[in-house]
Structure formats: C-alpha cells, structure tokens
C-alpha cells in the first residue's frame, strides 16, 4: 500500500534507547510496529550515531530497504536506484549514492594524536584503543565492536579526566575546526553536521521525487539530544517506549493519516481509552501540532493501543 501522489510519510529513527532496546538492544519489541509502517509504504529511516556498516547489518536484519543518516549526520546513504534519479551533491560509492556533510575521519584522528602532548592520559579514542580496547568501553562483543570501528567520518572520544579540563579540550577541537558532540558516554568528534541537517536533506530530496509532495514526518529519540528535533516540521517523539507494541509509533501516524489510507489496522485491532503520550513513556512537543493541527501545544494526546 502506497500513499497519495502528493503526500509522502517519513518516520525518522534514532537506534539505541529507540529503535533497539536500551539494555539488551533488541529491536524484536519493534517488529509489530515495523510491519504496518512497512504495510503502508511508509519507509522507517535510521539516523544513528553507529558507523554505516552497523546499520547495514541492522538493516538486513529488518528487510530494510531503505536511506539511512550515519555518525551523527555526517552523510546521507541512498541505495542506488531508490529514487529514479541520482540526487544532486551525491556521488556514487559502493552501491550507495552518498550526501557527505563532513570531512573524513583521517582529518579528526591527525587533530585527536596532535593534542595527545597536551592532554596526556586524559582522553582514549576507537582509533587509539582497538578493538580490545572499545570491546572494554562499551561491553561489546568482538565482531560488534570491531563494526563499530569501521568509521567513516568521525571518532568516538572518552574522556577520562576532570571537567575544567574537558571543557578546555573541546574548546581546542573546536579551535581546530571539529564539531563535538556529547554523547551518553563519548564524544562525538567530526565536522559541522548534526542528524537534523540531514534530515532535513533527505525530506527534500523525497518531496521532490514525488514533484514537490508535501512531506509528513516523525522524528524518534530518546532524549531531546538525539539532535532530530531541532528540523522545522517535523514531529518530536522522545521516550524509551516509543517502539514497542503497544506505544506511539503508528499511533501517532495512524492519527494524522488515517484520512488518506482510511483504516489501515487489521478488523481486531481498536482504540482504548485514555491511553496518554506520557503514560507510555514518550513526550510531545509543539512539532506535534504538524502531525496533530487539532491538538494545541502542551495537550495531552489520546493515542490508540494494540
């Protein structure tokens, strides 16, 4: 099932503590969800921190076909052919066409081995560290945490000293041209990009594959620093429970766009009462109102459980 000629939905995702569990990173909690996204021809895109080969292997495992936003932002990955023509400030690599949106890693490793001298032992870095050592840094298993080092643009930092002197160490990255983005336990180093940037990006190359359609999108974090909520227009759902059956995900569209599909769930399922944003562990914000005109900000939503 597709939609109308002029419309196209997007729901934009980030992975850990979203899409994938937040201790176990599973995304089996996720799959019901997935399948009537996928029913309705709605394509659900990664916008990860994780390296392009994470992704690759996540979404082989979902049958998942489509763009997804790595490191942060730092480029756009279109498999070739999705669209019926190449995007502009694309290039071709590796069957993908490419929107890059930062300097390569070799750029951010040559600043992070030059302020070594000055901050001795205070910070480690994937690079640096290996595999052994990330395997020690996030608890990953080998083959995970070896993907995990095949970056293309940026470079995971952990700080180990005080935070006078952190503040000084990112100032200095900054001075030399990096973006620093503060993590759940690293930094993100890498050039001027965020995921709403290429969010942002991407919408627009939809609207215009389908000749200027209007475009309908939700955005999906864990937290407000997921950097996804900062693109005009798009609807914010943060919250560790946004996934699972059961939560908001089609719930939230099934609201907005069930005038063009008309009742897209299966005969069983149906609304309960009463059942709030907030009680299944998301947050609304005013983008809400671009899914929602008739909810006003700060208005608690009725969304429908199955």
Not at 90 to 115: C, H, M, N
Not at 185 to 210: E, I, M, N, P, T
Not at 292 to 300: I, K, N, R
Request: glycine share 10%; charged share 20%; with cysteine.
């Amino acid at each position: 099932m597709t939609g109308p000629a002029d419309t196209q939905f997007l729901v934009f995702t980030d992975l850990d503590g979203s899409l994938l569990d937040h201790h176990s990173y599973s995304y089996l909690d996720a799959l019901p969800q997935l399948a009537v996204l996928e029913r309705l021809g709605i394509p659900v895109i990664p916008a990860s921190s994780k390296t392009r080969v994470e992704i690759e292997y996540l979404r082989a495992a979902l049958s998942n076909v489509h763009p997804f936003i790595v490191e942060n932002g730092a480029a756009v990955f279109i498999p070739v052919g999705y669209f019926d023509s190449q995007p502009d400030a694309t290039v071709e690599r590796e069957g993908y066409w490419v929107r890059e949106f930062s300097a390569p890693r070799d750029k951010w490793l040559g600043i992070l081995q030059a302020l070594n001298s000055e901050f001795p032992g205070e910070y480690d870095y994937f690079f640096q560290a290996g595999t052994a050592g990330i395997e020690r840094m996030t608890n990953l298993p080998e083959a995970r945490a070896l993907e995990s080092n095949q970056r293309e643009y940026s470079e995971p930092v952990q700080w180990l000293g005080d935070e006078v002197r952190k503040a000084e160490f990112v100032s200095c990255l900054r001075s030399r041209g990096a973006s620093v983005l503060q993590g759940g336990r690293f930094l993100a180093v890498s050039g001027d990009c965020d995921k709403g940037r290429a969010l942002a990006w991407l919408r627009r190359v939809y609207q215009l594959s389908k000749s200027g359609a209007v475009c309908h999108d939700l955005a999906i974090g864990d937290s407000a620093q997921t950097g996804l909520f900062s693109v005009r227009n798009t609807a914010p759902l943060a919250g560790l429970r946004v996934w699972p059956a059961g939560c908001a995900v089609t719930s939230y569209i099934s609201k907005r766009i069930r005038g063009f599909y008309g009742r897209f769930l299966p005969e069983r399922d149906h609304y309960h009462p009463a059942q709030f944003v907030e009680q299944a562990g998301g947050g609304i914000g005013a983008g809400a109102a671009f899914f929602f005109p008739q909810a006003p900000h700060g208005v608690d939503i009725a969304v429908p459980v199955f």
